[in-house]
């Protein structure tokens, strides 16, 4: 085997502590900590998301620690990366999750690779991409780092230059990519690395880059628009035990809606749909290998209607028999399209609901209408689908009576799931141009408008986890909706996962106050219900590898290419 182009490394988990302990003493100027508190629990001195707690519950029930995390789900970013690489002939591998596959990772240093490209999708802040490539410093200084994704892209739009210099140079990677996409950039760079690393890069575009003279220099832009039929991730690649028995899977890039909150159309460019053949040939792959749960990370599943029938259709004529979830649009459903959800296996959607209230729907260009909603959630819980609503407190606009009319409306539609953000000022969101309309001043979770400001809404945040009920609430840290058929496979039930949220919320809202309380109740409780769950239950996921059998073949492919 020769020289490896490129090592593609997924997630990095920092402890939630952490990022809660680095926050805290700036809560007087951001809400930043808040958001952290009403997503956690104080326990032990350390605050914890549901995951977190989820292991410390079975710890205290079983005596064995059983290091549940989500993200050692085949992380999909990195897997279309390595795939899309491969199929250009190039000699990648990947560590799908850093927290479990740093031994593998360090040995795969050890090999001299040319790259290593780190993924940037799930990314809020710098300091798990910092710890990534101090990692890969510390066992191979001389390889190029190459870090991209929404994150870069993120940082580039809304940032100076200056801004933009200060925050890659802390991080202190060699190159950056800052297309939405970028990974034709990246193949076109590891070309060229196979040249050598002092090859130039200023004829590739999308580029940040680490020049001789000590700068950083800038390539031109050229948008990047990959063809997702062409470049649907070739599953048979990787070994079946690291993409089942629950994987992700995207069907369109982009989002055809313009909500004011959201920067994701505008970085993403035009909604583009793949093919329902490629989708079929794509789930038979992954079913024929032992797929049970899949996830559909599309913004909006169920847009353009037609095809979302089509696509559930076929799902149902094919008898995969998935269980799946997605994020769903109530606005745009009816009763087939309910009833096909149920046939083809849907479990449960996401529901970006963001107010119970007409005007601030409005405010957000929602384009829906709370009776929709209404309707929408009567006819999922008809089917047995479990709805997690995604609500938004303090948006230009909130008042009192805005978000009493949220709470009327959860009560009485009753999600399975919820979760309450504080609304998060992105100063690259269509939001930002009615900044004098509204009286925006400040931003991301440092702002005030005409009708509230940051620590009035972090206090209705708090007013609203107190008093929501029946609704369960979920943290969106490292749980939330898309953690379920992780737990699901892992030998958990929807009824555990239930009552582990009812228990959960007890302790959410008894640490809102910050300070240690007696949790022995809870506790009992949470033994109670895991009480039958064993270790036997868990299932350990390999990092994903090429086979072995398959890499001569595409080392081959990029020497007939000429890559």
């Known amino acids: 085997m020769g020289t490896l182009d490129c090592i593609v490394v997924g997630y990095n988990d920092v402890p939630f502590s952490r990022l809660a302990e680095k926050h805290k003493p700036l809560q007087k100027y951001s809400a930043t900590y808040n958001e952290l508190k009403t997503n956690s629990v104080l326990i032990g001195g350390e605050r914890k998301n549901y995951m977190e707690l ?16 989500a993200f050692e789900l085949a992380n999909l970013g990195a897997s279309y990366l390595t795939s899309f690489l491969r199929r250009r002939g190039y000699a990648v591998d990947l560590v799908n999750f850093f927290n479990y596959g740093k031994e593998r990772l360090r040995d795969l240093l050890a090999e001299k690779p040319r790259a290593v490209a780190i993924t940037t999708t799930y990314y ?3 300091e798990p991409v910092k710890e990534l490539v101090d990692f890969i410093r510390e066992h191979n200084p001389d390889t190029c780092i190459i870090v991209g994704g929404p994150y870069v892209h993120n940082t580039c739009a809304g940032n100076d230059i200056a801004t933009q210099n200060i925050i890659f140079r802390s991080i202190g990677a060699d190159i950056y990519i800052s297309d939405s ?11 060229r690395l196979r040249k ?5 890069l200023s004829l590739i575009p999308n580029l940040i880059y680490e020049q001789a003279d000590g700068g950083l220099g800038r390539t031109h832009r050229v948008e990047e628009r990959n063809s997702l039929d062409e470049n649907a991730v070739q599953w048979t690649g990787f070994d079946p035990g690291f993409y089942t028995p629950t994987t992700y899977m995207r069907t369109a890039r982009s989002c055809p809606f313009s909500c004011s909150f959201c920067n994701y159309p505008a970085m993403s460019g035009e909604h583009t749909l793949t093919s329902i053949d490629t989708i079929r040939n794509e789930l038979r792959t992954l079913v024929d290998n032992g797929l049970q749960y899949i996830i559909f990370v ?3 599943f169920n847009v353009p209607l037609p095809r979302f029938k089509q696509l559930c259709r076929m799902m149902i004529e094919e008898k995969f028999n998935l269980g799946w979830i997605s994020f769903f649009r109530c606005s745009n459903a009816d009763d087939e399209c309910f009833d096909l959800m149920k046939q083809s296996g849907c479990l449960g959607v996401y529901l970006g609901i963001e107010s119970g209230d007409q005007q601030i729907l409005n405010n957000m260009t929602k384009f ?7 309707e929408g959630i009567r006819k999922l819980h008809e089917r047995d689908i479990f709805t997690f609503g995604s609500f938004i407190a303090g948006f230009p606009g909130e008042t009192e009576e805005t978000v009493m009319n949220t709470l009327e409306f ?8 919820f979760n309450v953000q504080l609304y998060f000022h992105d100063p690259i969101a269509p939001i930002e141009k009615k900044r004098e309309h509204f009286g925006i001043e400040g931003d991301h979770y440092s702002w005030r408008h005409n009708t509230m400001s940051w620590q009035e809404g972090s206090e209705w945040v708090e007013y609203m986890l107190r008093n929501i009920s029946p609704s369960i609430p979920l943290t969106l840290y490292g749980f939330s909706l898309w953690s379920i058929p992780y737990l699901l496979q892992n030998g958990f039930s929807t009824d555990q996962i239930k009552e582990f949220g009812r228990t959960g919320r007890k302790m959410l809202v008894k640490s809102l106050d910050d300070v240690e309380c007696d949790f022995r109740e809870e506790e009992a409780e949470m033994a109670r219900i895991f009480s039958d769950w064993s270790m036997d239950k868990r299932l350990y996921r390999p990092e994903g590898t090429v086979l072995q059998d398959q890499q001569p073949d595409l080392l081959a492919a990029g020497q007939r290419a000429g890559v």
């Open 54 to 69: 989820l292991n410390h519950v079975i710890k205290q029930t079983h005596g064995v620690n059983p290091q549940l995390n």
């Open 124 to 126: 809020i802040e710098d």
């Open 181 to 191: 996409q970028g990974e034709a950039t990246l193949a076109q760079v590891l070309g």
């Open 196 to 200: 050598g690393r002092g090859a130039s």
């Open 298 to 300: 599309d913004d909006t």
């Open 368 to 374: 829906a209408g709370v009776p929709k909603y209404k």
């Open 410 to 417: 959860i009560g009485e539609t009753q999600p399975t799931f």
